[in-house]
């Protein structure tokens, strides 16, 4: 993964489809691809004509965590620091091992604090990729 797209999602304020297009894009470099207004779509490999668009990857929890390489495990922190701030995530990610209880710890793990917990775990699971 690039770091300027992990740096588009860290300036991100909300969902962008446009970046879902561009993570898409980044995650599946091999697909035929065509760009259109909205974003990025992937010709269907199994036809010809039609297209795959990009999962809502900033606005959906499901989608993000569908980012999150195989073998890696985490967690999710709410916080408020003020009562006058919005409430703020951290996305943990670290190697998951079933012997090791503090797999998330360490120097293996990726971090991203978001408004959004979408933003926030496409950004921990980006990172995540890009160590690989």
Same mark, same amino acid.
């Given at each position: 993964m +690039?770091?300027?797209l992990i740096a588009k @999602?860290?300036?991100?304020t909300g969902p962008?489809? +446009? @970046? /879902?297009g561009e993570i898409f894009k980044a995650c599946y470099p091999n697909r035929d691809w065509l760009e259109f207004a909205d974003g990025w779509c992937a010709r269907d490999p199994d036809d010809g004509c039609a297209f795959d668009v =990009?999962?809502?990857? &900033? =606005? &959906?929890? /499901?989608? +993000? @965590?569908?980012l999150v390489p195989e073998g890696w495990g985490g967690s999710i922190h709410f916080s408020e620091d003020r009562p006058d701030c919005e409430l703020h995530c951290t996305?943990? %990610?670290?190697?998951?091992?079933?012997?090791n209880a503090n797999a998330y710890a360490g120097k293996s793990g990726k971090d991203a604090t978001r408004a959004s917990v979408a933003l926030a775990i496409?950004? $921990? $699971? %980006?990172?995540a990729k890009d160590s690989q």
């Amino acid at each position: 993964m +690039a770091n300027e797209l992990i740096a588009k @999602l860290e300036a991100a304020t909300g969902p962008d489809r +446009a @970046l /879902d297009g561009e993570i898409f894009k980044a995650c599946y470099p091999n697909r035929d691809w065509l760009e259109f207004a909205d974003g990025w779509c992937a010709r269907d490999p199994d036809d010809g004509c039609a297209f795959d668009v =990009a999962p809502k990857y &900033s =606005a &959906s929890i /499901d989608a +993000a @965590l569908t980012l999150v390489p195989e073998g890696w495990g985490g967690s999710i922190h709410f916080s408020e620091d003020r009562p006058d701030c919005e409430l703020h995530c951290t996305v943990s %990610l670290g190697r998951s091992y079933p012997t090791n209880a503090n797999a998330y710890a360490g120097k293996s793990g990726k971090d991203a604090t978001r408004a959004s917990v979408a933003l926030a775990i496409c950004i $921990a $699971a %980006l990172r995540a990729k890009d160590s690989q």
